[in-house]
């Protein structure tokens, strides 16, 4: 897993990608789904998880209770999400990832309209319980799959490609569900997500159909969570999935709590927040644009300091420099160190245990959102004691260390074999 020095030109996000790998015995390697079409799923996934916030008091307002007591609808999704990451890695290896990711897409898109016609808090907070479930399967299994047919090399590439959807997603979910709650309905804009989730899980199921997939990694055999145990017992993933706990734990810790920083600080309008935190995207698009140029710069080691590095800067920008047009190029900037950053963790993920890459990636998977939830639970505290500006720099300098350790702690593991 060290740095690389090139990259081969990226694949093609329009047409089907041919894998590069070269399968035992010389045979050619099978079409795989585009690098299109899963993040046409991502996409909506994501979207879906981030479109939510900025309508919390419009929800509440219509189910006649306080925005606190509606955020259970964020509460009920974000822990299945992150719960049962752990469960469709063995079933990606047992059955195939196309297959479970199929499903799952169906179960989410019907789920999301469901939302829609939800007629009590309770009821949709059930809903959302059931959606997280369902969208728990994508990104994992998208990333995991991308493992099993890009080799390597080229899979930094492949992956800051998928990651072009994620970024969209983020920059139009979070502006789009301040308009929408200015001038339409929450319910409106479940039913839309439905419907178009819904199209680009008949696309997938049809298209998983007529591809030839690998065989899983666990055909026939039984589900076990034993392979999480071995990962953990490995010095060189569990230093990956230590990362991302750290990761997720300081960067989302913190950056969870910016539009309401923003809101306190500069009494800004919901709908410029929305904008205003949109430009992450904006950066993760731009990462997504250049990996391939960037990681043949600087490798991945640089990529990571950089992004750590980055990161250190853009927080106390924020924090000690009170004026909120800064926030809109260093948001920008967040975005392209945090992705810097964490896409090469993915990438190290997908190679942490190629015989049972689902269940390696969705461990990953699981650490970074436990690390997000345990996070802003623990600088939310910061926030109510010390502040603001507290939280921004601790979180900053953690993730600068984090880039350093992480990088010293790779050499001497890869010099000791």
């Given at each position: 897993?060290?740095?690389?020095?090139?990259?081969?030109?990226?694949?093609?996000?329009?047409?089907?990608?041919?894998?590069?790998?070269?399968?035992?015995?010389?045979?050619?390697?099978?079409?795989?789904?585009?690098?299109a079409l899963l993040g046409a799923a991502a996409f909506v996934v994501t979207a879906d998880v981030r479109v939510i916030n900025p309508l919390l008091p419009i929800i509440a307002t219509e189910f006649k209770t306080d925005v606190g007591t509606t955020g259970i609808i964020v509460t009920s999704y974000a822990i299945p999400y992150g719960l049962f990451q752990l469960v469709y890695g063995p079933l990606g290896d047992r059955f195939g990832k196309l297959k479970i990711m199929s499903v799952a897409l169906v179960l989410f898109s019907i789920g999301t309209i469901a939302c829609s016609f939800a007629p009590s808090l309770l009821l949709l907070s059930l809903l959302r319980f059931l959606t997280g479930v369902a969208a728990a399967a994508i990104i994992p299994m998208s990333l995991a799959y991308i493992g099993d047919n890009f080799s390597y090399k080229e899979r930094q590439v492949a992956i800051g490609q998928f990651l072009t959807a994620v970024a969209l997603a983020q920059i139009l979910s979070t502006s789009l569900g301040g308009v929408v709650g200015d001038f339409l309905s929450w319910r409106v804009?479940?039913?839309?997500?439905?419907?178009?989730?819904?199209?680009?899980?008949?696309?997938?199921?049809?298209?998983?159909r007529k591809v030839v997939s690998p065989v899983p990694a666990n055909p026939g055999g039984k589900i076990s969570f034993r392979p999480y145990v071995t990962l953990l017992a490995n010095p060189a993933p569990r230093l990956v999935i230590i990362a991302v706990f750290i990761e997720g734990f300081f960067f989302f810790g913190a950056f969870s709590?910016?539009?309401?920083?923003?809101?306190?600080?500069?009494?800004?309008?919901?709908?410029?927040?929305?904008?205003?935190?949109?430009?992450?995207?904006?950066?993760?698009?731009?990462?997504?644009?250049?990996?391939?140029?960037?990681?043949?710069?600087?490798?991945?080691?640089?990529?990571?300091?950089?992004?750590?590095?980055?990161?250190?800067?853009?927080?106390?920008i924020i924090g000690l420099i009170q004026a909120w047009l800064l926030f809109i190029p260093v948001n920008i900037l967040l975005g392209l160190g945090y992705y810097m950053m964490h896409s090469t963790f993915q990438t190290k993920a997908t190679?942490?245990?190629?015989?049972?890459?689902?269940?390696?990636?969705?461990?990953?998977?699981?650490?970074?959102?436990?690390?997000?939830?345990?996070?802003?639970?623990?600088?939310?505290?910061?926030?109510?004691g010390p502040g603001y500006v507290a939280a921004f720099v601790i979180a900053g300098s953690a993730l600068a260390l984090l880039g350093f350790w992480f990088v010293l702690a790779s050499r001497r593991y890869n010099s000791a074999r």
């Open positions: 897993m060290g740095s690389m020095a090139k990259t081969k030109p990226e694949p093609n996000l329009k047409s089907t990608p041919q894998s590069p790998t070269t399968p035992l015995g010389g045979i050619p390697a099978p079409a795989v789904v585009s690098i804009l479940f039913f839309f997500y439905g419907l178009v989730s819904l199209v680009i899980g008949y696309v997938f199921w049809q298209t998983a709590f910016l539009g309401a920083f923003l809101r306190d600080q500069y009494n800004l309008l919901y709908v410029a927040i929305g904008f205003i935190l949109s430009g992450f995207g904006l950066g993760s698009m731009i990462y997504s644009r250049s990996v391939g140029w960037l990681v043949g710069r600087f490798g991945e080691n640089g990529l990571i300091l950089m992004g750590g590095s980055l990161i250190l800067v853009c927080y106390l190679e942490m245990a190629p015989g049972n890459r689902g269940t390696a990636v969705s461990l990953f998977a699981f650490s970074l959102f436990l690390g997000q939830g345990i996070g802003a639970a623990v600088l939310g505290t910061i926030i109510d």
